[in-house]
């Protein structure tokens, strides 16, 4: 995965391995560089590595194996207070004894900064996030939203090159955490910061980042723009975690080129784009995104397949409709159609025909 | 008096003012015998009873002589002065160590916690005459049987469990992503154990340190032990009273002892409340 040029490359994870007991590897093989100023995020559920590939990074744990750099210096004998990272936790870790301004003031001071300096950098960093009246404020008197742009104020007041966020929007409401998203990724671009944010929330992962780095089971399983996670997943599990998606398993029947053809499990059959699959006779299991399906025999390639669907649940969203259907077995397949005059609002009980376009049909691992 | 709910059996009715009656009498079992004492340190007359005068509340019965004597004499004054110095000093070692054992004690990857723990409490569990001996016994080896330091060790030996558990407790609710978050700031160890750790378990530092020095200054065995005449505390002095003299002296002693303990107890705790507010770590 070597996307990036070493030598530009700001945070490089090389052959990176972590064992808390010696023998399971919680971060099995990790390479990973990042070019400065890039936004990305590590996704994955809980237990895939991603917060402790964060921790390795802070210098709070310690790699097994492999080297992590930072602005092409090997960091790993170098303790947490000499990284100069700044961090935001995800309950905030704000010092309760201290006020706003004081914990804004705690790393500035550190680093031996004059009082004049200090005051300009806090009152800065606080108007930055909105919070410039609260400096005498302290953390127990500002609610959950508060804190986090405290701790973000508090993160980017040194000045670091390099910001860690460790779900640091898991605690809030959605509202705000919608608010807040939008104004982390502004603040990063804004200041040029280069930012590691760890979530395992995909939604948050897709608008913010640049980049998405999806773990699961130690691995990166796919590094990729937000755009290419969701549209060309690359394994089942990557179209698993990222979005909704609907999965139908089969064996190939035929490949050419571009498009191979499948046949379900019910006998049926229908084209898809072979992503992991090499040969014919090799099981599969397609992904495809809800809002790709398509009805209208119309718009279809001449010649496609269609498959059989029986309708079983109708739901109104408001902005679209979320119909789940019954295709080749499955009772769980979904499709999502835009709340349009002329969209079509079908009925539990109704039969109709569904295809696609092979290139929205991605052929994955079984 | 909260009025029963109309609900209640007569049963119910019964066990109630029950309880409240066996509440009271333990609180009187544990409070009646320094209250006794109090009017007892004011007897005109050199004996331990109440006086026929004392119980009519004839003003000649009662007088200060008791307290005159205790501060000119100049036994009660070396004790008072020696118990004066012991008590801080072994209060401050006990803070230190017992704090700094309570914190390696916290963290996860030190090895035997649990043993660790227990031998440094164990000074609270084992018979006092018991270790007071040990002590004796070791103390006269390294030469520090009968001075002022073993006095001291002795007792800070006896104040650190006080310290361990009630700084352990405060760190039980301390959030470690703070430790953290102040080196990711910069901060090295040292700065942030002043900066951010220590004033945070600060209230239970202090509680530790408040035992500690009750401990110390109201020891008697291992000072019998480890020390001399020269390093007599004031317990020291009022147990040698009773077996000699029988002066109602010590009554006084143990008066202005109870008074100053409160006065110790409530100063601290109001100061404790007082940073804590401040703090924001309880709500206002």
Partial sequence: MADTNREDAFVVFDRVQKSYDGETLVVKDLNLSMPRGEFLTMLGPSGSGKTTCLMMLAGFETATHGEILLGGRPINNIPPHKRGIGMVFQNYALFPHMTVAENLSFPLEVRGIGKSEREEKIKGALERVQMGDFGGRRPAQLSGGQQQRVALARALVFEPELVLMDEPLGALDKQLRETLQFEITHLAHELGITTVYVTHDQTEALTMSDRVAVFDDGMIQQLASPDKLYEEPQNSFVAQFIGENNTLEGVVTEIRGDLCEIRLDNGEIIDAKPVNVSKVGERTRMSIRPERVEMNKERLQEGAHTLKAEVLEFIYMGDIFRTRLRVAGNDDFIIKTRNAPDQLRLKPGEKIEIGWLPSDCRALDA | ?284
Avoid: C
């Fill in chain 2, 1 to 284: 008096m909260a009025a029963l709910p109309p609900y209640t059996t007569l049963g119910q009715r019964i066990w109630h003012y029950t309880f409240r009656t066996i509440v009271g009498l333990v609180l009187f079992f544990l409070i009646a015998p320094i209250l006794v004492i109090i009017p007892l340190s004011f007897n005109a007359e050199n004996f331990f009873t109440y006086t026929p005068g004392m119980l009519a509340l004839d003003s000649e019965a009662y007088s200060l002589k008791h307290y005159r004597d205790f501060f000119n004499n100049s036994d009660w004054q070396q004790a008072m002065r020696n118990s004066l110095m012991i008590a801080p000093a072994a209060t401050l070692i006990s803070v230190g160590l017992g704090t700094l054992a309570a914190i390696g004690l916290s963290q996860s990857h030190v090895p035997f916690r649990r043993a660790i723990m227990a031998i440094l409490i164990s000074p609270m569990i084992v018979p006092l005459i018991i270790s007071a001996a040990g002590m004796y016994f070791f103390y006269s080896r390294v030469g520090l049987q009968g001075t002022y330091l073993g006095v001291v060790l002795g007792h800070a030996a006896l104040g650190i469990p006080f310290v361990i558990i009630t700084v352990t407790a405060t760190l039980v609710g301390f959030d470690r992503s703070l430790t953290r978050a102040a080196a990711n700031m910069g901060a090295n160890p040292v700065t942030t154990f002043f900066r951010v750790q220590m004033p945070l378990i600060l209230p239970g530092v202090i509680s530790g340190g408040l035992f500690a020095f009750i401990t110390s200054f109201d020891e008697v065995v291992v000072v019998l032990f480890v020390g001399s005449a020269g390093q007599k505390t004031l317990p020291w002095q009022m147990f040698i009273g009773l077996r000699e003299q029988i002066s109602p002296t010590i009554l006084a002693v143990a008066t202005i002892l109870v008074a100053l303990s409160i006065m110790l107890l409530t100063t601290v705790e109001l100061l404790r409340r007082r940073s804590e507010r401040l703090r924001g770590i309880s709500p206002g």
